[in-house]
Nanobody
Framework: QVQLVESGGGLVQAGGSLRLSCAAS????????MDWYRQAPGKQRELVAV???????NYADSVKGRFTISRDNAKNTFYLQMNSLKPEDTAVYYC???????????WGQGTQVTVSS
């Protein structure tokens, strides 16, 4: 199993920045993909950013150029740096990892990000 602990959410004004962290523990050697999702009130959960074990990154169109996903293998932690935040970025943000032996998705507990206008 893999355990995930998120941190870094909060309240920020539009145009500001936040960095979310997701610390992994357990069978981390089985992780092959690390993702950030978000869910705004009344909306479906959406994929925000992906980083694979090979270092390939992908982003939702709505955050390209503003958000950056990264990882620190030494700390078993991955991050979401969010710049130029907009009120529409307000959501609960979740980290997720996918393992390949066995294939399974593990989710963090979620952290609230609120962007005021």
């Amino acid at each position: 199993q893999v355990q995930l602990v998120e941190s870094g959410g909060g309240l920020v004004q539009a145009g500001g920045s936040l960095r979310l962290s997701c610390a992994a523990s357990g069978r981390i050697f089985t992780i092959n993909e690390m993702d950030w999702y978000r869910q705004a009130p009344g909306k479906q959960r959406e994929l925000v950013a992906v980083i694979t074990s090979g270092g390939i990154r992908n982003y939702a169109d709505s955050v390209k150029g503003r958000f950056t996903i990264s990882r620190d293998n030494a700390k078993n932690t991955f991050y979401l740096q969010m710049n130029s935040l907009k009120p529409e970025d307000t959501a609960v943000y979740y980290c997720k990892v996918r393992t390949d032996s066995p294939r399974y998705d593990y989710w963090g507990q979620g952290t609230q990000v609120t962007v005021s206008s």
